[in-house]
T-cell receptor, first 113, second 113 residues
Framework: QKEVEQDPGPLSVPEGAIVSLNCTYS??????FMWYRQYSRKGPELLMY????GNKEDGRFTAQVDKSSKYISLFIRDSQPSDSATYLC?????????????FGKGTHLIIQP | DTAVSQTPKYLVTQMGNDKSIKCEQN?????MYWYKQDSKKFLKIMFS???????INETVPNRFSPKSPDKAHLNLHINSLELGDSAVYFC????????????FGPGTRLTVT
């Protein structure tokens, strides 16, 4: 079993829909949870950074972490064609960052105009 | 005003050659990283550098050698290139020591023929 599982998609939704992206993980040491957006042939762009369980909202994006279920989610409201990209979840544990992020494989999201 | 930049963007070379990839960040961060994204799209940490000193080397062959001339630069030298080295290499940085809040460069697509 991989440390971080993420459905690769593609996930195709109409413009304006609410998008839900998810990851599950197996390592209970993970405490830091990130979502990155990666456009084709570009570097990952940090969208959300959260610590431990709970919700965090930033504009149209909401990140949720449920450590008891080892499950994290990213919600995108009022989705736009410009949101079409690959979304990567990433996690960190007790290494303080030097041990690097553990990434999911990414979900390819398509927003249809 | 690019935050994390890499050169070259594309690199095509033959097996057995030696090549370098350069990374520069203008964010004032003091920790930098190299990640590898293979053909299956998984991003994996290779090296972590803090204040020009190596912190972590994640089971990377010693043909790969990072060099940090100063806090703003982290270069990656690869000797005796092999077909399996073909991948996209991303540089990242974080502020005030290693943290999981990492910012990525645009990537260097290396193709070994």
């Amino acid at each position: 079993q991989k440390e971080v599982e993420q459905d690769p998609g593609p996930l195709s939704v109409p413009e304006g829909a609410i998008v839900s992206l998810n990851c599950t993980y197996s390592n209970s040491a993970f405490q830091y949870f990130m979502w990155y957006r990666q456009y084709s042939r570009k570097g990952p762009e940090l969208l959300m950074y959260t610590y431990s369980s709970g919700n965090k909202e930033d504009g149209r994006f909401t990140a949720q972490v449920d450590k008891s279920s080892k499950y994290i989610s990213l919600f995108i409201r009022d989705s736009q064609p410009s949101d079409s990209a690959t979304y990567l979840c990433a996690m960190g544990g007790s290494g303080g960052g030097a041990d690097g992020l553990t990434f999911g494989k990414g979900t390819h999201l398509i927003i249809q105009p | 005003d690019t935050a994390v930049s890499q050169t070259p963007k594309y690199l095509v070379t033959q097996m057995g050659n030696d090549k370098s990839i350069k990374c520069e960040q203008n964010l004032g961060h003091d920790t930098m990283y190299w990640y590898k994204q293979d053909s299956k799209k998984f991003l994996k940490i290779m090296f972590s550098y803090n204040n020009k000193e190596l912190i972590i080397n994640e089971t990377v062959p010693n043909r790969f050698s990072p060099k940090s001339p100063d806090k703003a630069h982290l270069n990656l030298h690869i000797n005796s290139l092999e077909l399996g080295d073909s991948a996209v290499y991303f540089c990242a940085s974080s502020q005030e020591g290693p943290t999981y809040e990492q910012y990525f460069g645009p990537g260097t697509r290396l193709t070994v023929t």
